[in-house]
């Protein structure tokens, strides 16, 4: 069996990764060790905004939006003592029916796509619907990678099914195969960083008498608790009966040393006669690790695979389709000829500094909240119906209020981030500006992502090409670059545009590839363009 790309784990990360290598052209066997009706995991519950704008070139943003929580149900955060007890904060955040209304904290991001808030469970059906209509894509469940050697003329692997080897060649092998990766183990690509941040045991469970707990109060997709017999939180997976209930498993204290039960119990606020229908159970270990490379040979890593960390701002399976796409443009370069093996040298440099980036946010933002609700700092008498008990709630909620917007409302980690020691992008001097968890400044800085504006009723990254597009405010045509682009090879879409340049947009010419990172800008076209062009290809100079 040859294919251009073997793709080893049909997660999200794997299966975004084949979907957009197929649209590109390419060939893909994509291998997963789970059986085609096996239920996904429930533990990544956000779909950042960025990840949307990848759905939307997908064609599935309106099916993904429309999935999981019911159409009223709101997507705020709520931090309190126990489920039905007193609140101390609450993150205000919209409903599906309320997305698109003003006085929300992601109201004004500049974007045709706002996060949402779906569990894993409801998203992986989606994305295999999707993979499906992909003719060029052959999907192997129950299928799992033994082994695999790899020459100058691809990747040799051998997969098992029923007992049975099945020999397989590809140009590529990519492994989207989680934290405990074969094929990062067999490349020997050690992860680096901080082994153990925390331990929680988390439980996916039934009940129709959960959602009554909130009495009166607006609901809540996420509900951070915290008293002074269990710290957690309870999150809605689907607006009614199901919910994964986290319980934080304090440190020196091993893993069934925390009552399966009770804690749940006490996380909820009820007693022993409260019912619920345990459906799956996890014990894990929150962590921050990045690998020390994405890449050997033929050879990449990507998602879980490459890096690990704690699921604040819930970020990293985002992180890791946006790894599958920068991939997937990389090598279908290759593969369609236009670029060179050496353009392949951008995704290390590219995804490997912005994981790293973005898993220390993650940590520090952990870091804070343990602080902010460690046993030391929870007075006895929060949960008090008294004037000093109320004092203490709105005390503390204040200050998690302020702590948790950023990773509730993450602006910066979905378009702040940006590349700056890429290969493949022309820089000019201009350091692009800093970000943090919950604030960006748009940019047109090489290397940082086109700031969106509408044209007319359409979204400017609707109107992108495949691999890289010249956006033209007013000039002259773009003639002779075109030209240079297509005697090379290269993939060039011109867009003329009359307007008056948008906000944020401060150079009248930007060329921007199909992930939305501007790769030059400027005020007129350069003048060596076939230097310019290789540079975009690989190509040594």
């Not at 290759?334 to 220390?360: C, K, M």
Request: with cysteine.
């Amino acid at each position: 069996m040859e294919s251009d790309l073997l793709i080893i784990g049909a997660g999200p990360v794997g299966t975004c990764l084949a979907i957009d290598a197929a649209q590109r052209g390419l060939n893909v066997t994509l291998v997963e060790a789970r059986g085609a009706d096996e239920p996904p995991d429930a533990k990544c519950n956000t779909i950042a905004s960025r990840t949307m704008e990848t759905f939307r070139r997908f064609g599935i943003s309106k099916t993904v939006r429309d999935a999981g929580l019911l159409d009223d149900y709101p997507t705020d955060t709520v931090y309190a003592v126990t489920l039905r007890g007193p609140e101390l904060t609450r993150i205000r955040m919209p409903s599906r029916i309320e997305r698109g209304a003003q006085g929300f904290h992601d109201s004004a991001w500049l974007t045709p796509e706002g996060m949402v808030r779906q569990s894993q469970l409801f998203l992986e059906p989606i994305l295999r619907e999707r993979l499906l209509k992909e003719v060029s894509v052959h999907f192997l469940p129950q299928h799992s990678l033994a082994a695999f050697t790899q020459d100058d003329t691809g990747v040799h692997a051998i997969c098992t099914h029923d007992g049975r080897e099945i020999r397989m060649s590809a140009r590529y092998l990519i492994g989207c195969d989680g934290g405990a990766s074969s094929v990062r183990k067999t490349l020997g690509i050690k992860l680096l960083g901080d082994a153990e941040l925390g331990r929680t045991r988390t439980t996916l469970v039934r009940s129709k008498d959960i959602k009554p707990l909130f009495g009166e109060r607006r609901l809540a997709w996420m509900n951070w608790i915290s008293n002074a017999n269990v710290s957690g939180n309870v999150i809605a997976i689907n607006g009614d009966d199901l919910w994964l209930l986290h319980r934080t498993v304090p440190p020196g204290i091993d893993f069934e040393a925390l009552d399966f039960d009770q804690s749940i119990r006490d996380l909820l606020g009820v007693d022993c006669e409260f019912q619920y229908e345990s459906l799956h159970h996890q014990d894990w270990t929150g962590r921050r690790l990045v690998a020390e490379r994405f890449r050997e040979g033929r050879a990449f890593l990507a998602g879980d695979a490459a890096h690990l960390w704690v699921p604040y701002a819930g970020y990293g399976m985002n992180a890791g389709i946006a790894d599958a796409t920068n991939l997937s443009w990389l090598l279908s370069a290759v593969i369609q000829g236009w670029g060179h093996e050496s353009i392949l040298n951008a995704y290390e440099a590219e995804r490997l500094p912005i994981t790293d980036q973005v898993s220390r946010l993650a940590m520090g933002k952990m870091a804070e909240n343990a602080a902010a609700i460690a046993k030391r700092t929870m007075p006895s008498h929060l949960g008090e119906d008294s004037e000093r008990g109320q004092t203490a709630r709105t005390q503390l909620g204040e200050q998690l209020f302020a702590l948790n917007v950023p990773q509730m409302a993450p602006e910066g980690l979905n378009y702040g981030y940006y590349y700056d020691q890429s290969p493949i992008i022309h820089y000019d001097g201009e350091s692009a500006p800093q970000y943090d968890m919950g604030a960006y400044t748009p940019s047109t800085v090489p290397g940082c992502r086109l700031p969106h504006f509408w044209i007319g009723d359409e979204s400017i990254l609707d109107q992108l090409g495949d691999d890289y597009t010249l956006l033209s405010f007013g000039l002259a045509d773009a003639t002779m670059l075109h030209e240079t682009f297509t005697n090379k090879g290269i993939p060039l879409t011109v867009l003329q545009l009359d307007a008056e340049l948008p906000a944020h947009i401060d150079q009248p010419l930007l060329l921007v590839r199909s992930d939305q990172t501007i790769v030059w800008r400027g005020t007129s076209l350069p003048k060596d363009r076939d230097a310019f062009a290789d540079k975009l290809a690989g190509r040594p100079s």
